[in-house]
């Protein structure tokens, strides 16, 4: 038995701005499935995030179309959740649509059974729990969910046989501790048995092994942010180029996942340091002649010189596929700044509340310094303000806006009454079919 695992495929997602990265999420996918054929697999995972938002465009659902028509030929069945980016508060995603097109089968709880070859339904309470089926595994597994959701659908996702996989797109705390700073939903106790976890949501690829069971993310398809860069290089005093993170999918053979790489464009992730402008310019020479021509650079400069940053970009825009370029000044003595004596800023007055404000002075004081200082003394103007101020709160306490009785026995439109959730089904809310 073995399987292809593949999480947020981001389709549509025109990274920088730029339609061409979205081409390049749809080319991993397209990778990505060529080569799970090549291997032979028996099913494929997408465990949430095929899309980069819940309503696709036209373009980026053919992009699907295309790449799981090669699974289709191939007669491979496909299970799949919604993740965060493209679940839906409506009854049908874009994943129905598929669906509906003998393309994928979306797993987890709905509102009406579904059946078909590798799908079996199976009612709780009032609504179903849709899972998939091959040969003698498993596949359970449900869309993303907020923590507070997970604690009632978790219990439910029981496998009635031995070999199971759960596909879930959520943040499990323990792979996310390692060295993630990101927030999760369920630790690991929270989760039902099964064979393997397949998870989504974490775009770096994870492996996590406990009790001889995995739970792996496959990461993100392409390079989703700079934490996901091919390259760092870092040039202060010597050029330094460390490898970043690898984009492909894991094969999971009889339950244990190894990471398939596929080939993306490059990412660099680019600091150049130096004091004055000139060895600044000749280090980010040398860089860029060490980059390939169709990657995509994000840089950060730091000079003590003021540089005329556009250049920079013009430079790199020509040399590159892409290219988005910081500057940050560095100084190198800070200069002392004079402190200004308060009195300069401040009047009489104020000094003195001030003084009261830092020190422990009650309240009353405090009170009573503004009262005098407005009320009493000889500033007439002052006096007069605050007379009218005061006028104008009596006015205004007098003559009451009239209640407008009939508005308060209207039911406003738009707002429905919200009733507490009585059963699974009202529990589960938006969403489902
Ligand atoms: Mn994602």
Redesign the pocket.
Known sequence: MKFAHI??V?LGYEQYNQPWRAEDFAKAFMAIAEKAVERDVDFVVIA??LFHRSLPSPRTIKEAVETLWIFRKENIPVFAVE???DKTSRDISAYHLLESLGLLNVIGLRRSPVSGDNVRSLKIQNVYLVKGVVGDVEILGDRHRSRWQLEKVLPLLKPESEKSVLVLHQAVKEVVDIELDMAYELTISDLPEASYYAF??I?MPRIYEFNGRFIAYPG?VER?DLREASRIIRYKSDLALKDGIKKGFLLVKNFKPEFVEIGTRELYDVEIEDEGFEGLEKKFFEVLEKLDKEGVMIAKLKCGDAVDVRRFNEVAAKRLRYAEIRFERIFEEVEEVELKQESEFFNEFELKLLDLLRGEADEDEVYRLIVDHYLSGGDVEKQEVMDEKIQEMAEEQTEPEPEPVEEKTKPIEGKKETKKPKTLLDFLGEGEE
């Open positions: 999480a947020d981001h949430g995030d993740g965060n980016h989504g949501h775009h993100s989703y």
